[in-house]
């Protein structure tokens, strides 16, 4: 049997995960007034902690939304739940979630003055590899490149849920969203990168892409960079790859059509190995 969950932290709390506790008027729950961050943890190390918790923190601040703790106490919150969780039948590598709302409030939208926040942090086992995927266009939702959400990791993840959805009962296993004007934007769970002419690019975050971790940390390396993309510069891409906090998955086939030659490209292998190897 493979582990679970057994510790939480809630509020400033490590506690049993079967004794926490959300309040029923959390406006988290109620409206998916809040925001989320997910992260690898490896080793027993939460990998990049410190980007996540600025992401996290840029998207309250956004929302006009309590950040309590501060990020110093944050990490060690992260560093005691792992270390917590990894006794006994624990596991040294997983997913932590970090969750953020705003905390309870009445009946309304217009958020209360005095709001006090709820903040989660909940360890996954690691889930098996993610391999090669095959993908759809959405066609029941687009991604408002126009919105403030679309920068953040806001708790309503309804346009991805439907699009999900959407692929799956095509066939495929993951799904491109487009923006209002019918370019791409990202999947429903990860950034989208192609290679043309040997050189890597992605949709700029004003296109409606997510500002990944993983993302920045390929730009960062200076042989990627932004631009617009349609489908059709999708359809003629030598390669393209899904990334998120999580990994790299190689994307081989959209509505049926290979990209480039259908298989792992030599880019995609190396970045891959990149990866594994932080």
Not at 29 to 57: C, P, S, W, Y
Not at 199 to 222: D, M, S
Not at 264 to 278: K, M, Q, S
Request: glycine share 12%.
């Amino acid at each position: 049997m493979s582990p679970a969950m057994s510790v939480v932290w809630l509020n400033g709390r490590l506690l049993p995960a079967a004794e926490a506790r959300i309040d029923p008027a959390d406006r988290g729950f109620t409206l998916g007034d809040g925001l989320f961050e997910t992260l690898r943890v490896a080793g027993g190390a939460a990998r990049h902690l410190d980007r996540h918790l600025a992401r996290l923190a840029d998207g309250a601040a956004l929302l006009g939304l309590p950040f309590p703790h501060g990020a110093a106490a944050l990490a060690a919150a992260a560093e005691a739940l792992i270390a917590a969780q990894g006794q006994g039948d624990g596991f040294a590598d997983g997913v932590l979630r970090i969750t953020l709302t705003r905390g309870t409030g009445a009946r309304g939208v217009l958020p209360p003055p005095d709001a006090v926040p709820t903040l989660l942090m909940a360890l996954a086992p690691a889930p098996p590899p993610a391999g090669p995927v095959e993908a759809v266009i959405a066609r029941t939702t687009r991604r408002n490149e126009h919105s403030p959400l679309s920068r953040v990791k806001s708790l309503n993840y309804l346009d991805s849920i439907l699009a999900r959805q959407e692929a799956a009962t095509r066939g495929a296993g993951e799904a491109l969203l487009l923006n209002s004007a019918g370019r791409l934007a990202e999947s429903s769970v990860a950034n989208l990168f192609i290679v043309r002419d040997g050189r890597l690019l992605t949709p700029p975050v004003a296109e409606g892409a997510l500002p990944g971790i993983r993302r920045a940390l390929i730009l960062e390396r200076g042989d990627a960079g932004e631009a617009p993309l349609s489908v059709a510069d999708l359809l003629g891409a030598e390669e393209a790859f899904l990334t998120n906090s999580l990994g790299l998955r190689p994307l081989l086939r959209v509505d049926g059509r290979a990209i480039g030659a259908g298989t792992v490209g030599a880019v995609t292998a190396a970045l891959l190995t990149d990866i594994e190897a932080e």
